[in-house]
């Protein structure tokens, strides 16, 4: 049974008279010139110091085992990068490192997980005058625009390399400043043949390179448009999805003071 309760059971000893034990009247102590003995209560007071020592050293162990579980529970630092000069902000996580001359205007990745980043685009406001976000279309459009550019910045001379990418979502969200964003997921995969100059087809063997997820944030500020993108092996996404969000859902695009 499921939920059963096992008990062991004992048979009764069989009930036999015995003729009672006598102590010894006298008690002989052993005294030697290093160490005496005296069978007295004494004895039985000292073994019972070490149990309790053990009990405490077994509840302290267990208690510090609990507090390490916790702790390692704990959500991850994040930290807030502003930049009022340009007009935005948004958190990242606090054990990322910028990374200067990356050529978009803020760059922070992963010290461990180096295909692991963010990066922040804004376009030049004398090649365009945005008002909102929709000036790019519906979120649709916007994903389109959005996986081009990403092809386009990754487009390779190399002999044998192909590229698969789909669209995995769009969607718009009013953030609590009260302005409108586009929330874009795309999936990048690269193959490469092993050896692009081979002449026969059977010594090109194609392998998958890497394989991608791209998470960009659209905002409109300043005449200006705004892209927050997060770049994330597809192996580790499930595993970092609530911190990549959690930056996501940060980013804010501000007025800039006259």
Same mark, same amino acid.
């Given at each position: 049974?499921?939920?059963?309760?096992?008990?062991?059971?004992? /048979?009764?000893?069989?009930?036999?008279?015995?003729?009672?034990?006598?102590?010894?009247?006298?008690?002989?102590?052993?005294?030697?010139?290093?160490? %005496?003995?005296?069978?007295?209560?004494?004895?039985?007071?000292?073994?019972?110091?070490?149990?309790?020592?053990?009990?405490? /050293?077994? $509840?302290?162990?267990?208690?510090?085992?609990?507090?390490?579980?916790?702790?390692?529970?704990?959500?991850?630092?994040? #930290?807030?990068?502003?930049?009022?000069?340009?007009?935005?902000?948004?958190? *990242?996580?606090?054990?990322?490192?910028?990374?200067?001359?990356?050529?978009?205007?803020?760059?922070?990745?992963?010290?461990?997980?180096?295909? &692991?980043?963010?990066?922040?685009?804004?376009? %030049?406001?004398?090649?365009?005058? *945005? !008002?909102?976000? @929709?000036?790019?279309?519906?979120?649709? &459009?916007?994903? !389109?625009?959005? /996986?081009?550019?990403? $092809?386009?910045?990754?487009?390779?001379?190399?002999?044998?390399?192909?590229?698969?990418?789909?669209? $995995?979502?769009?969607?718009?969200?009013?953030?609590?400043?009260?302005?409108?964003?586009?929330?874009?997921?795309? =999936?990048? !995969?690269? *193959?490469? +043949?092993?050896? &692009?100059?081979?002449?026969?087809?059977?010594?090109?063997?194609?392998?998958?390179?890497? =394989? #991608?997820?791209?998470?960009?944030?659209?905002?409109? @500020?300043?005449?200006? /448009?705004?892209?927050?993108?997060?770049?994330?092996?597809?192996?580790?996404?499930?595993?970092?999805?609530?911190?990549?969000?959690?930056?996501?859902?940060?980013?804010?695009? +501000? !007025?800039?003071?006259?």
């Amino acid at each position: 049974m499921a939920n059963a309760i096992i008990m062991q059971s004992f /048979l009764p000893r069989p009930f036999t008279q015995t003729t009672p034990f006598q102590l010894p009247t006298h008690i002989h102590s052993f005294h030697s010139p290093r160490s %005496s003995f005296s069978p007295t209560t004494q004895s039985a007071k000292g073994f019972a110091v070490p149990r309790r020592k053990a009990v405490s /050293l077994i $509840l302290s162990t267990y208690i510090l085992s609990e507090v390490g579980v916790a702790l390692a529970q704990q959500s991850p630092v994040f #930290r807030e990068y502003i930049d009022a000069f340009d007009g935005y902000s948004f958190q *990242y996580p606090g054990s990322w490192i910028q990374v200067r001359g990356a050529g978009a205007d803020i760059f922070f990745r992963d010290p461990y997980v180096l295909d &692991e980043n963010l990066s922040l685009e804004i376009s %030049s406001p004398s090649s365009s005058q *945005y !008002k909102s976000v @929709e000036d790019l279309g519906p979120p649709q &459009e916007a994903g !389109k625009k959005v /996986l081009k550019q990403c $092809l386009t910045e990754f487009m390779s001379t190399r002999l044998g390399v192909r590229r698969e990418s789909n669209i $995995l979502s769009t969607s718009s969200r009013v953030a609590d400043d009260g302005k409108l964003y586009y929330e874009v997921e795309v =999936n990048i !995969k690269s *193959y490469a +043949n092993n050896n &692009e100059l081979a002449v026969m087809p059977q010594d090109r063997v194609t392998r998958l390179e890497w =394989n #991608r997820r791209y998470l960009s944030v659209l905002g409109v @500020e300043n005449n200006q /448009l705004y892209e927050l993108r997060l770049q994330v092996p597809e192996n580790v996404f499930a595993e970092e999805e609530s911190d990549l969000r959690r930056v996501m859902d940060s980013f804010r695009v +501000n !007025k800039i003071a006259g």
